[in-house]
């Protein structure tokens, strides 16, 4: 086909570009005010409300802080200031062997995996008795945005099974799913025949029918339970596993934190993933997508472990924290011996793999946690943005003639059309009252900022690390805390005041 013949004409061009200055009104704030006229005089009022650049009044008590009789400082590193130490070779060299504020006396840390259950058990003649259903769930990832996809139990992911080294464990697992499925432990050392690779080891569980898995625990570490079936596992079709050491590990660790990324292809106005799609367009972690995920809240000083594990059915993801370098302990295989631990800043953690993230939380703030791949940090990406979704224009017309690209007329007004190629335009989700409103309605979120669910999308969540008496305020009391209130004490506390700038207020505050 010529050029000729491709370029479209010169009306059906126009027309294009006003339904895409139409599409991107939105586009202002990260686009996730909606997409309508309404919507941009909305924004326009959100930008004049940019006021009160003096900080709200204090918060809490600065000095009730700290608890006492642990060292601050090791060589250099502070656990209470962003410090790396004096000498790489250092056991403390940014914070690595640095203990937490918990005794190793009082055993490992509870493992939390926020916004998903533990899976009871009780003890059946010497052996933690497990049962363990396969089905489809109904996940809401967002606030009034459901995914019919398979989990166990009634959760996707399924629920945590938490076991200590050296237990005998048996899982009962009956199949409710409307077709054949197996269990599989992923990187278990246990005798053939309860490895769950269907067929290979075992009949396939009809559905209705139970099978039996029962094996002792020789290892410790990070893992995860899946189907065997492959397209159930593109579906999310997997659980924690966590296996706690007989010996403690050392250091011990505050926080013990569990987060499975996953992802799925959502064809626009459905809620069922398509499993054979090689492109993936909605991100969950721990089955909501951000700003629903919740954030991991910790203390200032404390030493935190966080679980990473990626069940997406295609995608790897380089997972980065901001704030902090944290060192690689373990992976799903085992801990890894001190002197091979790495420091990072990123990290890619492969499909059905898991990585154990460990560091002293000496920063004060909300840092935001999230996979760096920019389609996936926002859902619906990939084609509510692209020409597809454009009436009258074919995407073969597109394809064809690339200097017609839609995105690069300077002359359109819009100015999400300024500069080349698409903004980031959230077509999948709107933020309206009821949505903002179960996204605050949390403990977790208090006292951030009041834009802050505009930036945190797709496989994102954020890692608070707040002063103890913050701390206190946030997740232990009923004090009402204002938007921005807990952000601003830090920034009085430990950031520069004289910069310090409020947030606009929400849409629906304004209303
Ligand atoms: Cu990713």
Redesign the pocket.
């Known amino acids: 086909m010529s050029q000729h013949e491709s370029k479209p004409n010169s009306s059906e061009r126009r027309r294009f570009l006003k339904t895409s200055a139409l599409a991107a009104g939105g586009a202002l704030y990260g686009g996730l005010v909606g997409t309508n006229a309404a919507a941009q005089v909305h924004a326009n009022k959100m930008t004049d409300m940019q006021h009160g650049d003096k900080l709200p009044a204090p918060l809490g008590n600065p000095k009730s802080g700290r608890p006492a009789g642990y060292r601050d400082d090791y060589d250099g590193f502070s656990r209470f200031k962003p410090s790396r130490g004096n000498d790489p070779n250092s056991e403390f060299y940014l914070g690595k062997l640095v203990p937490g504020f918990r005794d190793v006396g009082a055993g490992p840390a509870p493992f939390v995996t926020p916004d998903l259950e533990k899976l009871p058990w009780k003890m059946v003649g010497g052996v933690k008795e497990f049962h363990l259903v396969p089905m489809a769930v109904e996940r809401e990832v967002l606030p009034g945005y459901k995914l019919n996809v398979y989990g166990y139990n009634g959760s996707m992911p399924g629920p945590t099974i938490e076991v200590n080294q050296g237990d005998r464990i048996r899982i009962v697992v009956t199949n409710e799913l409307p077709e054949d499925t197996s269990a599989h432990w992923h990187g278990f050392e246990l005798p053939i025949q309860y490895d769950g690779a269907s067929e290979l080891t075992q009949n396939l569980i009809k559905p209705g029918k139970s099978f039996v898995y029962e094996f002792d625990i020789h290892e410790e570490g990070t893992f995860f339970y899946h189907s065997h079936i492959p397209m159930q596992e593109a579906f999310g079709s997997v659980g924690f596993m966590i296996v706690h050491p007989q010996k403690v590990f050392d250091p011990p660790v505050d926080r013990d934190l569990g987060l499975i990324?996953q992802?799925f292809f959502i064809e626009p106005s459905q809620s069922i993933a398509d499993s054979w799609r090689m492109d993936w367009n909605w991100?969950t972690i721990n089955g909501r997508s951000g700003p629903y995920t919740t954030p991991l809240v910790v203390k200032h000083g404390e030493r935190v472990r966080i679980r990473i594990m990626n069940f997406?059915p295609m995608?790897?993801?380089?997972i980065h924290i901001h704030g902090h370098t944290f060192w690689i302990t373990g992976h799903e295989g085992a801990r890894i011996p001190h002197s091979a631990w790495v420091p990072r800043n990123t990290e890619l953690v492969g499909i059905a793999q898991a990585t154990d993230f460990e560091f002293i939380a000496n920063n004060p703030g909300d840092w935001m946690f999230h996979?760096?791949?920019v389609h996936?940090m926002m859902n619906h990406m990939t084609r509510q943005v692209g020409p597809r979704v454009r009436p009258d224009q074919s995407v073969d017309a597109y394809l064809a003639n690339l200097d017609q690209s839609p995105g690069v007329k300077l002359l359109n007004p819009d100015p999400g059309f300024k500069t080349p190629g698409y903004p980031q335009e959230m077509k999948g989700m709107e933020m309206k009252p009821d949505f903002m409103k179960r996204i605050w309605n949390r403990r977790e979120v208090q006292g951030m900022r009041a834009m802050w669910p505009m930036s945190v999308m797709g496989?994102m969540t954020v890692l608070r690390v707040l002063p103890d008496d913050l701390y206190q305020i946030v997740m232990e009391s009923d004090q009402p805390v204002e938007k921005g209130a807990v952000f601003a004490e830090i920034v009085r506390r430990f950031g520069n005041p004289s910069d310090y700038k409020s947030a606009p207020m929400m849409m629906h505050d304004m209303s």
């Open positions: 990324f992802n991100q997406s995608q790897h993801h380089p996979c760096h791949m996936h496989l």
